[in-house]
């Protein structure tokens, strides 16, 4: 069984709602993380919001000093984000949780990615990084409120590399409720991103916080 | 509450797994079936390997003569057949489970649509018709096993008309221990269609025959 204690964690964009989100968690469940974002004082603040021993600084430094590391960043700045730290990835798993995504009068709908997904856009644009998509259904809304103890849902982990995904997957577990279940290669990734539109309709429709659960698994 | 009791319900390219499966659900559970095929006779033979009052005919007889059709073809096929009914289809619900899909030795993957998705597709070739895309991740040996009393999972039910929506999330549930659950307009449809090379994914790694269930819904 793959663990995670001891891993220092960053997340890059962990000052948005997604990244400071899973920051929470992951810092309550006992993880050393540290929140990047492109100011090193709001980094600092939202840290300090979290507590349970999260720090924050600029996005490199955190990309330099953390084990594992996941980008949880607009679509928007993402690819450019990504080539400026190349190095300081090299050789880590690199965690991308980003979902390109529009919105329009009739909500949201998937942005098409010259490279098939964000988590390809990541592994072409970081050859050093062993690449792994995850963590892309997790509402935010739920993973901040402290009266929920636990989040009902399953997190797909894609990704080519055997080791890393069951990493990422043991990772995933450090969040109460929640299951790593792999997902399949990094080349199916872009529906899986895709598919954050379909349950932000399915939101709006039910009123809901909704998340996917794998039957039969 | 929309009921479907009472709706005859045709299902072009019924001689395959899934259509099969479906309409042995279906059949079972008191809808009128028509089982379509290019074949009369093999649609014929497979309504009568169903029983319940199933009846198989040719597609063209088939989509004339049900209130509500489903498309279960393969991808291959989809356009030209769909070309050819537009008249026997004109004014009726139309339910597109086709999953455009490839498979290579790394398994399956998404195929590109011109028209975005096979259920696009639809829409586009039947412009008088209800499109709806629904019934993408049945797992056609569950739905064709007798030692299976409850298919765990839901239907996402995808469209533009939210009458025609309702109506195929009723028949969702005429399939035992299913729901129907809205999950989007039309045009976030392909996600949906190219999450079914992620389930052969999650099938292969976990030997399962895995669904999806929305939480909080």
Do not use: W
């Not at 942005?111 to 995850?134: I, K, M, Y």
């Not at 539109?197 to 709006?204: E, T, V």
């Amino acid at each position: 069984m793959t663990t995670v204690s001891g891993l220092t964690v960053g997340i890059l964009g962990g000052t948005g709602d997604q990244g400071k989100g899973l920051a929470r968690r992951f810092a309550l469940g006992g993880l050393k993380v540290l929140i990047g974002s492109r100011s090193a004082e709001r980094a600092r603040e939202a840290a300090a919001s979290i507590g349970a021993g999260a720090e924050g600084d600029e996005n490199a430094a955190v990309a330099a000093a953390a084990d594992l590391v996941i980008v949880a960043v607009p679509y928007e700045g993402h690819k450019a984000l990504l080539e400026s730290l190349r190095s300081e990835l090299a050789g880590k798993i690199v965690v991308d949780c980003v979902n390109p995504l529009g919105f329009d009068k009739q909500g949201a709908y998937a942005l098409p990615v010259e490279e098939g997904s964000a988590a390809q856009q990541a592994a072409a644009v970081l050859p050093d990084s062993r690449v792994v998509a995850a963590f892309h259904h997790v509402s935010a809304v739920l993973l901040m409120d402290p009266a929920v103890e636990k989040v009902d849902l399953d997190v797909l982990v894609l990704g080519d590399d055997r080791e890393a995904t069951d990493t990422v997957r043991a990772l995933a577990e450090v969040l109460p409720g929640v299951r790593g279940v792999y997902g399949g290669r990094l080349r199916n990734a872009h529906q899986v991103e895709a598919l954050t539109a379909n349950i932000i309709s399915i939101n709006r429709r039910y009123k809901a916080h909704a998340g996917l659960r794998i039957t039969d698994v």
